[in-house]
């Protein structure tokens, strides 16, 4: 099975293609450049690299979310496009999921992905890993950082934070640092082919979706719809 994994859920874009499991090519920029500019130039010359084409895919993937609420409009519209395009189904995975997969190999972690949510939040979810696969220790969540960090003194296992809200959280675990770790710099952020690894099994498995059912998974309101529910309230008062 070949998967096309699409990845712009935060400040990198990247995409992927995989086959049974196995990273045939992977395309990454973190240069400050909107997605809108580089998925599909960088999606075009992937394929034409390795000399496949969009009908050779057997299914799209793409980080769905938490994340950048334009960034995650971006990945979703790409993906839907590509998959009426070439009559493929697709696949939303979670955001959360994916990064953890990039740190599958270590075992008998706890990982923790860790995206800044703004407003002392954070997008978090944990995984234990036995070196080839992740157990979810608990369901994608946006969640105040004092949550988070008692949520991780609890658990006795070493720790591995991974995400752009890593040195965030492990900056406000004062005395709960101990077993925290980091991983390597090319692993901290979020990668096409930790959607690929993602997606390979619910794929396997037919968990699949038409590309008009495909949605981003925001997990809280924007802050545009946040500051409207804030009039309104306020106007009913």
Known sequence: ?????????????????????????????????THSRTILPMLEALLKNCEL??????????????GSFTGLRIGISVAKGLAWQGDLPCIGVSTLEAMAWNLVHM???VICPVMDARRNEVYNALFLSDGKS?????????????V???DLANLKKRKILVGDGATLCYNNAAKQREGLFFPPGHLQMQSAWGVAC????????????????????????????RERLERE???NK
């Open 198 to 225: 993602a997606a390979r099994l619910p794929a396997e498995r037919g968990e699949l979706l038409s590309p008009e059912k495909l949605r981003p998974v925001y997990l809280r309101l924007s802050q545009a719809e």
């Open 148 to 150: 988070l960090l008692e």
């Open 1 to 33: 099975m070949k998967i096309l994994a699409i990845e712009s859920s935060a400040a990198a874009a990247s995409v992927a293609v995989s086959e049974e499991g196995v990273l045939l090519a992977q395309s990454f920029q973190n240069n400050g450049k």
């Open 134 to 146: 992740l157990r979810r220790l608990c369901s994608d969540r946006a969640v105040g950082l004092p």
């Open 53 to 66: 084409a969009l009908p050779d895919m057997d299914v799209i993937a793409v980080a769905a979310g938490p």
């Open 107 to 109: 075992e008998d972690f």
């Open 233 to 235: 309230h306020a106007g």
